[in-house]
């Protein structure tokens, strides 16, 4: 099946500062990749659609300024939470479609887990 | 709002016996339902995944059965093994219409196999 990584897979900052995550496809490319946030005992909420050679489309309520998303190629995006703080600790996972054959489907990262301080 | 109800919240089953969580969804553009597996600090992972123009879909001893009347789905898992103890996550996407395959989750599911 189709991989999609994620580093660093936990990271623990201080306060105010930023935090950089990356998703990378391994064996595909995607010019769209989803970004996630869970709470513990939670269902997965998307933060924003990441689009290659565009800008990020946001969700309702995510802040554009604070969750930064850059796709930079067909094999990477990624998400720099600026200015972290304590309320913005979860997991965070992204996701790329893969199409086969009739149907699409969307490959999951790891997760990155992320608390600050 | 495009929701997808998922029920129940938590499900305890015996080695051996059949896991069933059930979704219902709202929207009648959606034409791609999977769902997915998560262990503890894991991401999701792909299970099964069906469209609506079959009512069911098994693989080994995953079965989705869909009831586009109704719009609900459910995912079976015969013969449970306490290694099936995950949350479990039905979701629907729209696979046309500019949508970016975007999903919409279910609330999950934590099944519990007990030995």
């Known amino acids: 099946g189709a991989v999609v990584s994620q580093h660093p897979s936990r990271v623990i900052c201080k306060s105010g500062t930023s935090v950089k995550i990356e998703c990378r496809s391994l064996?595909?490319?995607?010019?769209?990749m989803f970004w996630y946030r869970q709470f513990p005992k939670q269902s997965l909420m998307l933060m924003a659609t990441s689009n290659e050679g565009s800008k990020a489309t946001y969700e309702q309520g995510v802040e554009k300024d604070k969750f930064l998303i850059n796709h930079a190629s067909l094999t990477l995006s990624t998400l720099t939470v600026t200015s972290a703080h304590p309320e913005d600790s979860s997991f965070y996972i992204c996701s790329a479609p893969l199409g086969t054959s009739m149907f699409e489907t969307q490959y999951f990262g790891p997760g990155t887990r992320l608390l600050v301080l | 709002q495009q929701q997808v109800k998922q029920s129940p919240q938590s499900l305890i089953v015996q080695k051996g016996g059949i896991s069933i969580i059930n979704c219902a969804y709202e929207?009648?553009?959606?034409?791609?339902f999977p769902w997915y597996q998560q262990f503890p600090g894991k991401g999701p992972a792909l299970l099964i995944a069906i469209r609506p123009d079959v009512s069911e879909k098994k693989e080994g001893r995953f079965t989705i059965s869909f009831n586009k009347s109704a719009k609900q789905f459910s995912l079976h898992i015969m013969d449970s093994q306490p290694g099936d103890s995950a949350t479990y996550f039905c979701?629907?996407?729209?696979?046309?219409?500019?949508?970016?395959?975007?999903?919409?989750f279910g609330k999950g599911t934590l099944l519990t196999v007990n030995p």
């Open positions: 979701a629907a996407t729209m696979t046309s219409g500019g949508s970016n395959y975007k999903l919409t």
């Open positions: 064996d595909f490319q995607a010019t769209t």
């Open positions: 929207n009648t553009a959606f034409d791609y």
